[in-house]
């Protein structure tokens, strides 16, 4: 089967057509800085050439609309209608309760994702979004959604339960859901090859970090926790999240600005993180640049974002008694030599070390462990394309 798969995030958009018969990669593409300019790398797999040019993003909908003409198109297409694609695959963000695995969308699934808008503001209208753009374009075609919450089911109810009165966990549901699932499940299982171990004997950290990012810890292929919670807001600083917070801050700053919950909600979720702290750019690649220009407060940003994800490795250790291996995935864990080195700085007496030169590496899977180091240290590009396909190829035929 030929699977589109579709990965909305907030400001990119990955897409893949693979070959779920033999996992085979058609075409792939990157679509990054969605509503900031925009720009599309596209990669035909069968010669054609390559596409790589600012385009215009604001929102989604354009992203999608033209990844669907480039895959039909003269000059980079590998497709001749968008009839061969016979299903899409959508990755979506929050779940809540509803979703425990993927699911064939229809009109009741749509309502049910929109329904939980409200605990992934970023994410689901994007995800939504890029379905409906797709059912407009291919209509008739099986669309799966994947979702981001399934992988951390695993998880206890001490990891889960949040120190609220328990009616709001029984009743409303309030819980720790944890996401970035079907990418902390692709790496772990990439890390257990990599250590030539079975996964269930291997305790992992596997830090996902982006412009959204979480850490979770998994022992033996199952997540036990999980940086983000209840919705993705939590954890880590993000690129405009502000990850954890003290509770009482929101009712401080409300008071004393006169802001309404929608206007905070604003605030915490697009001017947080390490834009906010910086004032330059939510993406770490300027930020980059900026703190080696000497920027103090883009500086500060990147040590707030590194001694965050620090501590979680710290804290995952000790809530599985112990690590074998740490793994950065995503686009700053793929891509950010600087970031994991300061990360890993002061983990030495936890047994991780990075090798200088091997730690230099950006995109591809590198053992960067330091010779002698207890803990190793791995590299590993996420793949959430590929186990959206094989979901999805199972649900369409009917498995
Ligand atoms: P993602 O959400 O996984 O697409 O990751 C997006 C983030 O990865 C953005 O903040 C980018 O700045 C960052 N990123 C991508 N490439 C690089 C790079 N070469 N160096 C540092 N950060 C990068």
Redesign the pocket.
Known sequence: MKILVINA????L?YQLLNSDNGDVLAKG?C?RIGIDGHLKHTPNNGKEVFNEDVAMPTHAEAIEKVLELLVSADHGVISSAKEIDAVGHRVVHGGEKFASSVMIDEQVMDAIRECIPLAPLHNPANIIGIEACRKVMPGVPMVAVFDTAFHQTMPPKAYIYPLPYEYYEEDKVRRYGFHGTSHRFVTQEAAKMLGKPIEEVKLISC?????SSVAAVDGGKSVDTSMGFTPLAGVAM?TRCGDLDPAILEYLMNKHGLTMSEMQTVLNKKSGVQGISGVS?????L?ATAAEGNPRSRLALDVFCYGVSKYIGAYAAAMGGVDAVIFT???G???PD?RALICEKLGFMGIALDAEANKA?GKAVDATAAGAKVKTLIIPTNEELMIAMDTAAIVAGK
Do not use: I, P, W
């Open positions: 995030g907030s400001s990119s990955k990157l990054e996902h970090l982006g412009n959204g690129g939510s993406d770490f690649r300027d980059d995503a686009g700053v793929e891509n950010g970031t950006r």
